[in-house]
T-cell receptor, first 115, second 111 residues
Framework: NAGVMQNPRHLVRRRGQEARLRCSPMKGHSHVYWYRQLPEEGLKFMVYLQKENIIDESGMPKERFSAEFPKEGPSILRIQQVVRGDSAAYFC?????????????FGPGTRLTVL | GQSLEQPSEVTAVEGAIVQINCTYQTSGFYGLSWYQQHDGGAPTFLSYNALDGLEETGRFSSFLSRSDSYGYLLLQELQMKDSASYFCAVRDYNQGGKLIFGQGTELSVKP
């Protein structure tokens, strides 16, 4: 049973370009979360999605950032017109519904570097 | 809003016992979780407490006191491989499934 998969593992973009980060949850998991982590800091919640629905996007900047979890395929976190401050590790996590919400399984992360 | 406080770093020796404390403030507390992260890799789930008391899983135990808004992670028989960052995180029933993480405690285990 494969774990949470994220790709790419490392992504380099120049300022103004778009970054697209993908996350495939564990089999049977219908809840996906995206977190951002700066060096030496904790994980900051960005967005919580279920299939075809954004449940909570309170942690996501209003501009340039968007997320989706389509009926088929991985969840996508999209950052448009990236700036240097977007450089961070972006982690995706998934969980089962109900009591499964108490345990989130994390992917290996995507390290975004903006030049 | 929510906030969590935990020590930024702790040092201990192999074979010892170490306790990492976490205090939290949240409007609708649902449960306290602990995660381990090695060298910026994928955080891994260690434990979850929704009720007061101690939960034991092998060398790791986690404690919760809801009345004190306080919990701790207890690591026994420390091994070098336990050197990592440890994060407490709260679930708030007003916030659905998302987790709010503390800043993390860097544990260094010395020989």
């Amino acid at each position: 049973n494969a774990g949470v998969m994220q790709n790419p593992r490392h992504l380099v973009r120049r300022r103004g370009q778009e970054a697209r980060l993908r996350c495939s949850p564990m089999k049977g998991h219908s809840h996906v979360y995206w977190y951002r982590q700066l060096p030496e800091e904790g994980l900051k919640f960005m967005v919580y999605l279920q299939k075809e629905n954004i449940i909570d996007e309170s942690g996501m900047p209003k501009e340039r950032f968007s997320a989706e979890f389509p009926k088929e395929g991985p969840s996508i976190l999209r950052i448009q017109q990236v700036v240097r401050g977007d450089s961070a590790a972006y982690f995706c996590a998934s969980s089962r519904p109900g009591t499964g919400l108490n345990e989130q399984f994390f992917g290996p992360g995507t390290r975004l570097t903006v030049l | 809003g929510q906030s969590l406080e935990q020590p930024s770093e702790v040092t201990a020796v192999e074979g010892a016992i170490v306790q990492i404390n976490c205090t939290y403030q949240t409007s609708g507390f649902y449960g306290l979780s602990w995660y381990q992260q090695h060298d910026g890799g994928a955080p891994t789930f260690l434990s979850y407490n929704a009720l007061d008391g101690l939960e034991e899983t092998g060398r790791f135990s986690s404690f919760l006191s809801r009345s004190d808004s306080y919990g701790y992670l207890l690591l026994q028989e420390l091994q070098m491989k336990d050197s990592a960052s440890y994060f407490c995180a709260v679930r708030d029933y007003n916030q659905g499934g998302k987790l709010i993480f503390g800043q993390g405690t860097e544990l260094s285990v010395k020989p």
